[in-house]
């Protein structure tokens, strides 16, 4: 089960830092991944990180400006995002690979666990 949470209204260039609480799998053992969803847009890959959180990789549209890191002693991913912008409004996803020590896939069906989402909505 994962378990977002952070999301908000913030202005145009301001931050916020989304969480997501895992339990029921060895979170440690699985890469993670964070996706979004704007109104009338297909579900997008944002960012994903190794089981260790030793590797990431980032969306072109957020480079720079997001940072995916986990805690394993926490069970928890989070997405820190500075610089926000309008078109980073979205809903928010955290997702967990099927396969243990997989990892990086920016595909969402190659994803097996989601939450239920949380918005962000920023304001120009």
């Known amino acids: 089960q994962l378990v977002e949470s952070g999301g908000g209204l913030v202005q145009a260039g301001g931050s916020l830092r989304l969480s997501c609480a895992a339990s029921g799998r060895t979170f440690s053992n699985y890469g993670m991944g964070w996706f979004r969803q704007a109104p009338g847009r297909e579900r997008e890959f944002v960012a994903a990180i190794s089981w260790s959180g030793g590797s990431t990789v980032y969306a072109n549209s957020v480079k720079g400006r997001f940072t995916i890191s986990r805690d394993n002693a926490k069970n928890t991913v989070y997405l820190q995002m500075y610089n926000l912008k309008p078109e980073d409004t979205a809903v928010y996803y955290c997702?967990?690979?099927?396969?243990?020590?997989?990892?990086?896939?920016?595909?969402?069906?190659?994803?097996?666990?989601w939450g239920q989402g949380t918005q962000v909505t920023v304001s120009s």
């Open positions: 997702a967990t690979q099927p396969h243990p020590y997989g990892w990086g896939s920016q595909y969402s069906n190659e994803y097996d666990g």
